[in-house]
């Protein structure tokens, strides 16, 4: 409980996107995993949404979180098309996500709840605002749904998933992230990493794949691009110094592995 309260008061959430829409008829996706959390709030309408496989169908009344990093799949089964809330949003801390510590489920039914609308609404609004303050407002609201969703989840939510897997104490999973995100500028390989939480190499290659999803190297490239995206937005930094920043002194291969990952080149991305 303790790691979990820890957790939760270092948790960063930022909101990407956000909406009241009814589904269009071309509404569908199948087997994406996408680096961002998705929480919906249903108001009318019938439809299919899956998780690593494990299929829901949620009505009017039900919040639907589709978690970051899990297969996810989702569309119609009929013409009674949803009308929901959405939102698009990351929650992490140390580059290791919340919903891979916290245990809730991925739909909760919560009926035709007013303050649960009126948070939808208020963060809508706000993500819908020019400039300001209604960032803050926006991202305030989307802290209040989440907190309204953790504890709707029931206890079993603060029971964290794999937290002391194969001995290795909840702490050293924290500072592994930790390291990692202070350290994206830096040679990061294997053998270092390793080292943080003393393990084999070969030992802890399994079990951080099992813990974080991907790879240690995966993910240390998937946040070097995140980082790389953020500088590139918020920042008029040269590419090849956020390159140097994250951990690239190749521009040829930050440009090449950030175009992987995003589907742009990092001068094209900046224009977006």
Not at 40 to 69: N, T
Request: charged fraction near 25%; proline fraction near 4%; hydrophobic fraction near 40%.
């Amino acid at each position: 409980m303790e790691y979990i309260d820890r957790f939760l008061s270092e948790c960063t959430l930022t909101l990407e996107a956000a909406s009241l829409t009814r589904c269009w008829p071309s509404w569908h996706e199948d087997g994406h995993k996408p680096a961002f959390n998705r929480l919906c709030y249903i108001l009318e309408g019938e439809g299919r949404f899956e998780v690593d496989g494990e299929a829901f169908y949620p009505k009017a009344g039900d919040m639907v979180l589709l978690p970051a990093g899990r297969r996810q799949a989702f569309g119609h089964i009929s013409n009674r098309y949803y009308l929901k809330y959405w939102c698009h949003f990351r929650a992490e801390a140390y580059g290791i996500r919340l919903f891979d510590v916290l245990c809730v489920p991925y739909f909760l039914h919560v009926g035709k709840d007013q303050e649960l609308i009126r948070l939808f609404e208020r963060m809508v609004t706000c993500y819908a605002a020019p400039g300001g303050t209604w960032a803050l407002r926006a991202r305030g609201a989307l802290m209040d749904l989440m907190a309204e969703y953790v504890d709707r989840s029931g206890k079993d939510a603060f029971f964290p998933k794999r937290t002391g897997l194969e001995g290795i104490p909840a702490e050293k999973l924290r500072l592994l992230g930790k390291y990692i995100s202070e350290h994206l500028a830096d040679e990061l390989t294997l053998e270092t990493l390793a080292e943080q939480v003393h393990f084999h190499p070969n030992y802890f290659i399994a079990f951080f794949k099992k813990y974080f999803g991907v790879s240690p190297l995966r993910y240390v490239s998937n946040l070097r691009v995140e980082q790389a995206k953020s500088l590139l937005k918020s920042t008029s930094l040269p590419i090849h110094e956020i390159a140097v920043r994250t951990g690239y002194h190749d521009l040829y291969h930050f440009s090449r592995r950030f175009k992987e990952q995003t589907g742009y080149s990092p001068s094209d991305f900046r224009k977006t």
